[in-house]
Nanobody, 126 residues
Framework: VQLVESGGGLVQAGGSLRLSCVAS????????FGWFRQAPGKEREGISC????????YYGDSVKGRFTIGRDNAKNTVWLQMNSLRTEDTGIYFC????????????????????WGQGTQVTVSS
């Protein structure tokens, strides 16, 4: 599976961005997708995840109520709508995929994902 993210950029605090992850190479219905964020000097952080056939979703505490994840299997795309952005949302955002149903405790573990995109930079200014 190959993943390519897009949609990052520079935005003022309070603004919105929509990230997209286009996947290719396999049937996407079988994969769960996660979004991760890495800020300078910090570990990669799980932001959100969407499951396979049941489309169950998970969110990190820092983004609950502000970010929404979705998928369109017909377009091979997973997206992340980010609203009410804060300066602490700044970082490189990665899309990742794995063939397993996500769990409430495991979905945010980067090591459980086998496929990664190259990342897209999001910068939120004050």
């Amino acid at each position: 599976v190959q993943l390519v993210e897009s949609g990052g950029g520079l935005v003022q605090a309070g603004g919105s961005l929509r990230l997209s992850c286009v996947a290719s190479g396999s049937t996407l219905d079988d994969y769960a997708f996660g979004w991760f964020r890495q800020a300078p000097g910090k570990e990669r952080e799980g932001i959100s995840c969407i499951g396979t056939y049941d489309n169950i979703t998970y969110y990190g505490d820092s983004v609950k109520g502000r970010f929404t994840i979705g998928r369109d299997n017909a377009k091979n795309t997973v997206w992340l709508q980010m609203n009410s952005l804060r300066t602490e949302d700044t970082g490189i955002y990665f899309c990742a995929a794995q063939e397993w149903p996500p769990t409430p405790t495991g979905w945010s573990t980067p090591a459980l994902y086998d496929y990664w995109g190259q990342g897209t930079q999001v910068t939120v200014s004050s």
